[in-house]
């Protein structure tokens, strides 16, 4: 089937005062975002996707047409969809995939304010580059953590001037191979294919090909472990954990022969484009830059060459600020930080990978009146394996990352539930609980959301009370395991605890009395995407705490693109007392647009 396609263009009309519309154009067409060609998912013709920009209190409507050859839906991370739960976007959950000819139209409410992004929902296809910023202004009333930096009134002046004029920077990891490419050749090889090719930059990068001195000489310790499996191995060229230790890892019974060309070895430099931020016209003092783990696979450590960065906001909300020089940025996390812009030249963005199957690393240039060939001699914080250069590096630290104002939680909480994380007989399937849930599984079902079982309570399914706290412990059950990236859609979690051996306590009540020291509830950490720590030697918990004040059918998954893919997720039933009630333009398939309108 050939549709004919309109000439695509962002629209961004306003309805009335506090609507914002945005039409999005999904095709699938070549696109080289390191200098290699490969099909990609693009909106509007543009890879990321245009800017979504609103303030606080907004309504936000998407209109997506679909001319790509494969169903997609577009997930609007972080957004808690506070009382419109069918735009959340999640095929089988929220919505049925939007098929190619297809359109949707997405309307949320900008309840929160700070960053946040979106990104495609369906199948693996976040790595086929269909993900854009989202920035949403908060309101003039609501308290800043700004004084906590500076008391001068300039100063001050300056840094909320910044903040509105923000940069995004999406960070992505990318590979050569489309999503179906990759998990088609991923189950005919029986193992994770956990190496990638680039690290982009608001879609800009280039391939970069280590020498092998330089991978060895920054191996980790957990790197010499896993090499030491096989006597003589190496990292590749690509500088990636070789596909033998991979597949042993997972039990192997890796077929070699499923790999295609240049996936673990085969390294080739290019020549892509860099992105270059500057300030903004009369930003001399301060400038804001959002970073967004726009990630498929790797932990990276973000830096800016000889500047201290700001931390005053995480995951959309604001925090204690913290002055640090490097930040651990995880699959879908977001830092909003501050940089002063008092000093001239260009300086390197760098994200380098901490994740043990590669050593990778990328950069994009701060320009303060730098130099237009954008030549960089800046001194790094940290190694291109991201280690700390001297002592005196201080990365942001997540324990005190308090809430700004304080957001008191609930003592306890009123339901437990312990949940299994494991690896299923192979290194790319996994469960969350024990049992796996993979997104073809959820794909093909009518949405959980038109059609709840109230009474739920399995391997990949919960159902809370609405007004209730909920504690989920999240379990590294077998080992050796990755941190995973926790995501739940729909609200923000609090981490209350974390620690080492298996959680053998019936409730939280229970574990505090025995290891105290181990727990938060005074001011804990609040965001959207937890990560779990390493289990490489040994069990491993984390106590996650929310509130069950948005019903709906939520998704609970972990953010590593391979891990969810392979089964990593479930479905939370949030409120089963207070159903939402669906409008009648998205039910029985509907596609979110009144009749009347002739969408």
């Not at 009309?13 to 990609?40: C, L, Q, S």
Request: contains cysteine; charged residues 20%; neutral net charge.
């Amino acid at each position: 089937m050939v549709w004919a396609l309109p000439e695509p263009e962002l629209k961004h009309k306003n309805i009335d005062r506090h609507d914002k519309e945005y039409d999005f154009t999904v095709t699938w067409e070549d696109n080289a975002p390191d200098g290699v060609k490969r099909k990609m998912l693009m909106v509007n013709k543009q890879m990321p996707g245009p800017e979504i920009r609103v303030s606080q209190d907004d309504w936000v409507v998407v209109n997506v047409r679909n001319y790509s050859p494969q169903n997609i839906t577009i997930h609007f991370h972080g957004i808690e969809m506070m009382k419109t739960p069918w735009s959340d976007g999640v095929p089988g959950v929220s919505q049925q995939g939007i098929k190619p000819g297809g359109s949707f139209r997405y309307k949320w409410k900008a309840t929160q304010y700070g960053s946040f992004w979106y990104h495609a929902h369906f199948h693996g296809q976040i790595e086929d580059g269909l993900y854009g910023a989202i920035i949403i202004r908060p309101r003039s009333s609501h308290p800043d953590p700004f004084h906590l930096i500076s008391k001068d009134r300039h100063e001050l002046l300056a840094m909320k001037k910044a903040e509105t004029n923000v940069h995004p920077l999406l960070i992505g990891d990318h590979t050569h191979l489309t999503s179906d490419q990759k998990w088609d050749m991923t189950q005919k090889a029986n193992f994770e294919d956990s190496c990638y090719d680039s690290i982009l930059f608001n879609g800009k990068g280039s391939v970069d090909c280590l020498p092998a001195n330089v991978l060895a000489a920054n191996l980790g310790d957990q790197q010499k472990t896993f090499l030491g499996m096989f006597p003589g191995s190496k990292m590749t060229d690509k500088g990636c954990i070789p596909a033998e230790v991979m597949s042993a890892l997972g039990g192997g019974k890796g077929n070699f022969n499923a790999l295609l060309p240049g996936t673990f070895t085969g390294c080739k430099a290019s020549k892509g484009h860099t992105e270059v931020i500057k300030p903004n016209h009369g930003e001399d003092k301060w400038m804001a830059i959002d970073f967004i783990g726009a990630i498929n696979f790797m932990t990276g450590v973000v830096s800016i060459d000889e500047h201290d960065m700001w931390v005053y906001a995480m995951d959309g909300s604001y925090i204690q600020p913290q002055k640090v020089q490097g930040i651990v940025l995880s699959n879908g996390e977001r830092y909003s930080v501050l940089v002063k812009v008092n000093k001239k030249g260009n300086f390197k963005i760098r994200f380098s990978s901490v994740a043990v199957p590669q050593i990778i690393a990328g950069n994009a240039i701060l320009s303060i009146d730098g130099a237009r060939d954008l030549s960089s001699n800046s001194k790094p914080w940290v190694t291109i394996a991201g280690v700390p250069t001297s002592k005196n590096v201080a990365f942001f630290d997540l324990t005190k990352a308090a809430p700004y104002p304080a957001d008191p939680i609930a003592k306890k909480a009123d339901s437990l539930f312990k949940l299994n994380m494991m690896i299923k007989g192979s290194s790319y399937l996994w469960a969350l609980n024990e049992t796996q849930l993979k997104p073809v599984d959820l794909e093909s079902r009518y949405p959980v959301l038109f059609h709840p079982k109230f009474n739920a309570h399995d391997n990949v399914t919960i159902s809370t009370k609405h007004n209730t706290w909920v504690d989920l412990v999240m379990v590294s059950a077998t080992f050796p395991q990755p941190p995973h990236p926790i995501h739940k859609h729909g609200n923000k979690m609090y981490q209350i605890g974390s620690g080492n051996g298996d959680f053998k306590w019936n409730s939280v009540d229970e574990a505090i009395k025995e290891i105290p020291h181990q727990f938060n509830l005074v001011n804990p950490p609040r965001r959207d995407v937890f990560t779990t720590p390493p289990a490489f030697t040994g069990v491993a918990w984390t106590v996650l705490r929310y509130h069950v004040i948005n019903p709906g059918a939520w998704l609970l998954h972990c953010h590593i693109n391979n891990h969810m893919m392979g089964g990593m997720m479930m479905v939370i039933q949030d409120g089963v007392d207070k159903w939402p009630k669906i409008p009648a333009e998205y039910q029985n398939g509907g596609n979110g647009v009144p009749h009347h309108y002739g969408y």
